[in-house]
């Protein structure tokens, strides 16, 4: 019997030099604009003001309360940034995909993190005990119906449905940090890489914070959690401050504890990212491209076409820009429907602004999304005052909700 041996790549993402030129020739007219550009420097002077000025709101919404802490200096003054700027990032946006993609999450940020949170405050069922009242929806707080219910998604399509599509800090990164996309201020190369294990010691906090809400409100609870809070917020906006030096996804690759937990879920769930070793040309464009520095190719072609990894967020950025389609996204809709291509060509003709059947679907977007928001008002209407709801919810739904 003959023994098999695998040629084995070195998993090491290099940005490197541009492919060659005959290369280039088989590349897409528009592989550029997918590509980070360089921009003036009163660019990415106006974007880095407006990350300090949401971190102010952040601070003053914490712990300074100056001015009654109005929108324009509060918590929410995040979202309304990544709302201003999205406008324009929609609009320069060239790539049909990526338009779609930032399109859905300026419009979740805005609807499911500001406008229900702000407008129609109400707690939704949840289980364990928590160190403050969980808005509806909360997406990121352990012990929620929601928070389960994005876990199940992100096992069934993979970490897209949340950090690819649906998280502020993504959402303000791309829209207002995207001057800084440019490998100048992107760390690349092999320390940077081995650097993203730094976010399983945030994960041990996380563990522990998931632990927390489980047993009594207590003194050590409550101060394990606030310190846990602290441990994530002031990271997430320091690295705001920090986006020239470390790249607009600084604390996604480093630090985050969330994007540990679905990354883990990335992991054993059903996405990964199909590499075709047959048709790669190695022009390395899509480690390029990867603002998670993922080597993409390299770790298709030693795994035997499968690229899964924890740190994939599914933004399809190097399958959109991949010159031979060699890239395909892979998820439960391929189990359930094996000869599914999910390959380039059909995210781009998929998402052509031009066919009636695109602008369609986006209408039926917005109308759910409208739904949604009409369905918060009446429901926060009917259940009454916050103190009110834990015990009703608990009646309703027949969870341990904790009555404050
Ligand atoms: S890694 Fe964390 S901060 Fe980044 S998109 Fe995912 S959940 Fe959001
Ligand atoms: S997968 Fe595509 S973009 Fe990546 S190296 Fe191969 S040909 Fe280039
Ligand atoms: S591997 Fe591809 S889909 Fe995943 S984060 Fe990188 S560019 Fe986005």
């Known amino acids: 019997m003959t023994a098999v041996t695998h040629r084995v790549i070195p998993i090491q993402p ?33 974007s880095w003001l407006a990350f300090a000025w949401a971190f102010a709101g952040w601070l003053n919404d914490t712990w300074f309360y100056q001015f009654n802490t109005p929108l324009w200096l509060n918590r929410y003054t995040e979202y309304a940034l990544i709302l201003i700027f999205g406008l324009w990032r929609i609009w320069a946006e060239k790539n049909p995909y990526t338009r779609k993609r930032l399109l859905l999450l300026v419009g979740n940020v805005a609807v499911l993190w500001w406008a229900i949170p702000w407008l129609f ?15 509806f929806p909360a997406l990121h707080t352990p012990g929620t119906i929601t928070f389960f219910l994005v876990l199940a998604a ?45 976010k399983w010691l945030w994960f041990a906090l996380y563990l522990g914070a998931m632990w927390a809400v489980t ?27 920090l986006t020239p030096w470390i790249g607009n996804r600084g604390y996604c690759r480093f630090l985050c504890p969330y994007g540990a937990t679905f990354g883990l879920l990335n992991q054993v ?37 499968r690229v899964k990894t924890t740190e994939c967020m599914g933004c399809g950025r190097c399958i959109t820009e991949c010159p031979t389609q060699s890239l395909a996204f892979h998820d439960v809709r391929n189990t359930i429907f094996p000869r ?65």
């Open 121 to 135: 405050p109400f707690i939704e069922p949840h289980v364990g005990y928590l160190a403050g009242l969980p808005a």
């Open 14 to 46: 290099d940005a490197g030099k541009p492919a060659p030129r005959h290369i280039r020739r088989l590349m897409p007219v528009n592989q550029q604009r997918s590509l980070a550009g360089r921009y003036a420097g009163w660019v990415k002077m106006l």
């Open 340 to 404: 599914l291509d999910q390959n380039r060509p059909f995210l781009r003709a998929r998402n052509d602004w031009s066919r009636p059947l695109v602008r369609l679907r986006a209408a039926g977007y917005l109308l759910v999304l409208g739904i949604t928001l009409a369905g918060a008002w009446y429901y926060s209407a009917q259940v009454g005052t916050l103190n009110e709801l834990p015990a009703r919810m608990g009646a309703l739904c027949g969870l341990p909700v904790l009555s404050w």
């Open 215 to 241: 047993r009594p409100a207590n003194n050590t609870t409550t101060a394990f959690l606030g310190f846990f809070g602290l441990m994530v917020g002031l990271p997430y906006f320091i690295t705001f401050l």
């Open 269 to 305: 769930g059903m996405f990964r990212i199909d590499h075709d070793a047959k048709t790669c040309i190695e022009c390395g464009l899509c480690v390029k491209v990867c603002d998670m520095n993922i080597p993409v190719w390299q770790m298709g072609k030693s795994a035997g076409g």
């Open 154 to 198: 992100v096992f069934l399509f993979g970490r897209r449905v949340i950090c690819g599509w649906n998280c502020p800090c993504v959402a303000i990164r791309e829209v207002v940090g995207f001057p800084f996309r440019h490998n100048d201020h992107v760390p690349r190369g092999t320390w940077p890489w081995r650097l993203r294990h730094l």
